[in-house]
T-cell receptor
């Protein structure tokens, strides 16, 4: 039962362009959504989050959009930089502190 | 404070042996979490503590797994009679009460041979 899905295992984007990472979920009771970035041999690093009562949150080059009717969220990175190359995980919270993670999308930003 | 610290970074053990991992959270964080990540998957929740109280355990945490946080500071995760299926990255994270974006450690990679 995969409640949080990231259907694109990988994404390749040119430096300076926009990266869009997508995430779908099935449980309408999730109250908070988060994005984490992970480099090899390191733990996931918190990137940005959004409450279920909002539809957009922005932090510098990173913006997360939430479409509750479609049960879909996306992370936009503009402009993309080579240092953004990592695995990105979408996660959702269900009224407790437990997070449910997607399977991740590997982003590669090339020059 | 340099963040969440996990030891060891790597552990290779023979099937049937017991292993114990340690996690030192960020000092002012009351909440501590254990997750497990296998290849190609996202982290999966195992258990979490608020101070020394273990508040939730996943059904992934079989009888062979036990976690403690005796004084509300560091935590240990023990796996008894390890099996090859236990091979994974074990991640610890911590957060203050009101923070949703918790901080992960670098993990302990367990290989059971």
């Amino acid at each position: 039962d995969q409640q949080v899905k990231q259907n694109s295992p990988s994404l390749s984007v040119q430096e300076g362009r926009i990266s869009i990472l997508n995430c779908d979920y099935t449980n309408s009771m999730f109250d908070y959504f988060l994005w984490y970035k992970k480099y090899p041999a390191e733990g996931p690093t918190f990137l940005i989050s959004i409450s279920s009562i909002k539809d957009k949150n922005e932090d510098g080059r990173f913006t997360v959009f939430l479409n509750k009717s479609a049960k879909h969220l996306s992370l936009h990175i503009v402009p993309s930089q080579p240092g953004d190359s990592a695995v990105y995980f979408c996660a959702a919270r269900l009224h407790t502190d437990k997070l449910i993670f997607g399977t991740g999308t590997r982003l590669q930003v090339f020059p | 404070d340099t963040g969440v610290s996990q030891n060891p970074r790597h552990k290779i053990t023979k099937r049937g042996q017991n292993v114990t991992f340690r996690c030192d959270p960020i000092s002012e964080h009351n909440r501590l979490y254990w997750y497990r990540q296998t290849l190609g998957q996202g982290p999966e929740f195992l258990t979490y503590f608020q101070n020394e109280a273990q508040l939730e355990k996943s059904r992934l945490l079989s009888d062979r797994f036990s976690a403690e946080r005796p004084k509300g500071s560091f935590s240990t995760l023990e796996i008894q009679r390890t099996e090859q299926g236990d091979s994974a990255m074990y991640l610890c994270a911590s957060s203050p009460d009101s923070d949703y974006g918790y901080t992960f450690g670098s993990g302990t990679r367990l290989t059971v041979v």
